[in-house]
Each structure stands twice: as C-alpha cells, then as structure tokens.
C-alpha cells in the first residue's frame, strides 16, 4: 500500500508528527525501499490487533483500538527542541537525525532516504514564527547534499518547503515591503508589510526557475487614490491587501503548502486569512505576475479559495477555518479528498477536516465556493 507522510500540528505548531495516509509520493516506508541499516523494517513489528486497549504494559501509548492502527513509522519534527528523529506505534525512538542548523518548521524524509529540511539561517533576518532562510538536503549522518541560503531583510524562505516530481524544490518566502510602497498599495497600516511568495529552486543551480507573488494579485477599497482600489467582493480571485490588521506586519503568514502533481496546482496554507489559496503552477514568471495565461488562463490570480468566505466579503458559504496548517491531499481510493488542521483559535477547540475538493475549480462572488465536508 503506498503512503504519505501528513502533518498534524503539535505543541502550537512548534512540533509536528508526519503520519500516513494514502500518497505514493512519499512513503513512510515501503517495503521495496532501501532503509538505513539502523531502522528496523516495520513490518517485523509486533502487531497485536486482536482488540482494543495497550498491547505493551510499558508502552506510553495507549491503544484505543489497535485493530485500526498499522505499524508505519512517525516522523517528528520537533522544532522547539531541535530535534528529528523518527518513532514507532509504541513511542519507541528508532532513529534520530544529527542536524547542523535550527529547524526552520518543515523536514521531510524522502523515498531516496534523504532529509528535505527547511532549516534557519546563522541569523535570520525575518524573525516571524517559523522563520527559516536555509534549504538543506542531507543524508542520514547529517551530510549535507546541497544548500540553499536565501535570506536577507529584504526576503526570507520559511515554514514549509517540497520537492517536486521534476525534482526542483518549492518552498514560501516572505517579503519585504517598505512602508511607502505598501501605502501606495493601497495598505491602511503605515507600516513595513511582508506579503508572500512562492519559489521553485533548481538544486541541481541554485536558479530560482519559477516564482508567485501575492503583490501582484492585491486588492483594496481603502483610499481610492492609490493601486489596487477596487471592489473587493466583486474580485475573489484577488487578495484583500488589509483583511489582517497585523501589527509587526506579517499581514499573511503563510504555514504550508502542498503541490498536486495532477492538475499542476499549487494549495497554500494561510494561517492569518484562515484559509487555502490555490495557485497555478502550470503558468511562466511572467505570466504568474498578471492575470491570463496558464492551464486555468487566471495568471497568478487564484484559481480558487477555500475555508473563510469573509476574507474576500462571501456573502455565502460558512467558514471553516480557524487558523489553518498543511493542505494535505489523499490519493488512492481518496483521491479529490484533503485532510487539514485547524487550531480553533478562539474556538477552545481544534479540528481536523477530511474535504472532497470540486471536480473543476469554480470561484464566484456571492457563491457558496466552499469544499464539501
């Protein structure tokens, strides 16, 4: 059975737990790969899936039905004690991985046993919450195979990063907008702003090949003497330049992102809309700066968006979304299904929600657009 390795938020997204689902582009382990001589094969594991209840007395984990419950590894990414390491169902560690940078947020374990890593820079230079700035790929000794810096005042990767099937690297970037263009934008704060973008590196360069920025896709009914005025209801497709009255200025705070290789989209998590945003891949640079071109002829504009209708004034549709983490895609007999994380922020309760996504990516104003549940 071919896996994936999904995340769920812990510890206030400080800690995260790559499980499975169905996805055969990253197992956890499959039985033909090649593992590192210090794993042990999963299915040597002990299975005991005759009921409910612990089938070890000394296992911390407890077992409310073991029969629903198979034997792939977890991997932690475990940001706040800069630790990766990876466990089985009994919460024993089997393997622990020896960085050479802080965790950024995301680390991902590759069929080929490398170690994706969206790590910190020495000193990064924009210090929001998963703060990043260094691409790294190593082997299991901590060997780095290649690095990628990119951070500075003016621009910096963070939280999530993924590898193509083409075998670049996507990953988010933060940006810097001083204080005078983002006014002249259209933005009500009076302050520095760092919109998000989107990049897809070359490892085999270090050339940034690809890029999507939401500076280009704004809109805003602010002051109609500067850029971007408009009627904000009327465009779902654009961005509302001051939906978040974000103080230190990270108006967006993108957390993941997730590639579908089928439709050649793009799904970015927006922890601060409470929402995903979905994204052309198929178009050039160009014409992801504008608003034609494409599989979808949108440009960069969103194809479509998901989770709160009120970041684009929906009259329609019911928000689901409270600060949201990892659009994951399900594959197999669930493909067209995506699991994500909501915190519940405000709500004293988080949810996970298993959605069936449209067949055709429809976005409308004044149209319930929202997945079904």
């Known amino acids: 059975m071919n896996k994936k390795i999904w995340i ?38 002990d299975d005991d899936s005759s009921g409910d209840g612990n089938d070890a ?15 792939n590894y977890i991997l932690i990414n475990n940001a706040a004690s800069n630790r990766v390491y990876l466990i089985n169902k009994q919460g024993e560690t089997l393997y622990e991985w020896p960085l050479n940078s802080n965790i950024g947020n995301d680390v991902v374990w590759l069929p080929d046993e490398r170690l994706l890593a969206s790590l910190e820079a020495e000193t990064p230079k924009i210090t929001f919450g998963g ?6 790929f190593t082997d299991k000794d901590g060997n780095v195979l290649w690095n990628f810096d990119y951070s500075s005042e003016e621009a910096e990767t963070h939280h999530d990063v993924e590898l193509l099937p083409n075998g670049n690297v996507i990953t988010l970037v933060w940006e810097k907008r001083a204080t005078d263009v983002a006014e002249n934008a259209g933005s009500d704060l009076g302050i520095d702003v760092y919109p998000e973008a989107v990049i897809e590196v070359n490892p085999e360069t270090n050339e940034i090949v690809w890029e999507w920025h939401a500076w280009d896709h704004l809109i805003q009914d602010h ?8 009627n904000v209801g009327e465009h779902p497709e654009l961005i509302d330049l001051n939906f978040v009255p974000q103080e230190d200025g990270d108006i967006m705070h993108a957390n993941a992102l997730t590639y579908d290789a089928v439709n050649d989209v793009i799904y970015i998590s ?27 002829n949108k440009g960069g504009d969103l194809i479509y968006r998901f989770g709160n209708p009120e970041a684009y004034r929906n009259t329609a549709g019911t928000r689901l979304f409270y600060n ?50």
Request: negative net charge.
């Open 8 to 45: 769920m938020a812990l510890l206030s997204g400080l800690l995260f737990t790559y499980s499975c689902d169905k996805d055969s582009e990253n197992p956890v382990l499959e039985k033909d790969t090649e593992q590192p001589s210090d794993i042990p094969d999963p299915d040597g594991q």
């Open 57 to 71: 007395s000394d296992s911390p984990v407890e077992f409310l039905n073991r029969a629903l419950v198979d034997n």
């Open 131 to 136: 703060q990043g700035g260094k691409l790294q």
């Open 223 to 230: 002051d109609d003497t500067k850029e971007n005025y408009g």
């Open 270 to 296: 927006v922890n601060f809309y409470h929402e995903v945003w979905v994204i052309d891949h198929s178009t050039t640079s160009e014409e992801a700066a504008g608003h034609t071109g494409g599989n979808f």
């Open 324 to 373: 949201n983490h990892y659009p994951n895609l399900l594959q197999g007999d669930d493909l067209g299904k995506m699991l994500i994380y909501s915190n519940g922020n405000g709500l004293d309760q988080s949810t996970v929600y298993e959605l069936r996504l449209p067949g055709s990516f429809s976005l409308l104003p004044d149209t319930d657009n929202e997945p079904e549940i």
